[in-house]
């Protein structure tokens, strides 16, 4: 079993900054890629980064240029670096250990204008 557990969320205004953290309970998290989703209320879930093994990341399109995900195998957390926030990236963040279906609790994330 492994845990994972989200914080750094908040209200921020449009143009600001949050930077989220996903914990993970085991040392496991160091041999896998992972990824960060969010769900805005009355849509899907879709996935806003991934990171993998060795570093290389990927984003979805409306957040390149402004979110940068990293990863400190050392303390078994991934980070989400989100600048220039708008009002549409308020959602639920949520982490997850690639490939498995474990997901952390979420951190909600709300950017006003």
């Known amino acids: 079993q492994v845990q994972l557990v989200e914080s750094g969320g908040g209200l921020v205004q449009a143009g600001g900054s949050l930077k989220l953290s996903c914990a993970a309970s085991r040392s496991i998290f160091s041999s896998r890629a992972m990824n960060w989703y969010r769900q805005a209320p009355g849509k899907q879930r879709e996935m806003v980064a991934t990171i993998t093994i060795g570093g290389s990341t990927n984003y979805a399109d409306s957040v390149k240029g402004r979110f940068t995900i990293t990863r400190d195998n050392a303390k078994n957390t991934v980070y989400l670096q989100m600048n220039s926030l708008k009002p549409e990236d308020t959602a639920i963040y949520y982490c997850?250990?690639?490939?498995?279906?474990?997901w952390g609790q979420g951190t909600q994330v709300t950017v006003s204008s």
């Open positions: 997850n250990l690639a490939g498995t279906g474990f």
